[in-house]
């Protein structure tokens, strides 16, 4: 949801792109996503540890918080 505010208050420039990656990401399975971490978790030996998760969450969310905050303060700006 946050990300459907952010397009529909600030719409960027190329939005059939930024759509299509969307759709995209969906369908991307879960297990081609999942293994390259496992494998490199498991040569760092993070199996089972609180910092895989750590990074995981971060890698996971850390772009689209960068991009609605960047949505954001344009936004202030404008106004």
Request: no cysteine; charged share 15%.
């Amino acid at each position: 949801m946050p990300a459907a505010y952010a397009l529909a208050i600030r719409p960027v420039a190329k939005w059939r792109d930024v759509l299509f990656f969307f759709i995209s990401v969906k369908f991307l399975p879960i297990v081609a996503s999942i293994f390259p971490i496992y494998v490199y978790a498991e040569k760092w030996n993070l199996i089972g540890t609180r910092q895989i998760l750590v990074i995981l969450y971060i890698a996971i969310n850390l772009p689209l918080a960068i991009w609605m905050m960047r949505s954001f303060f344009m936004e202030v700006r404008a106004s």
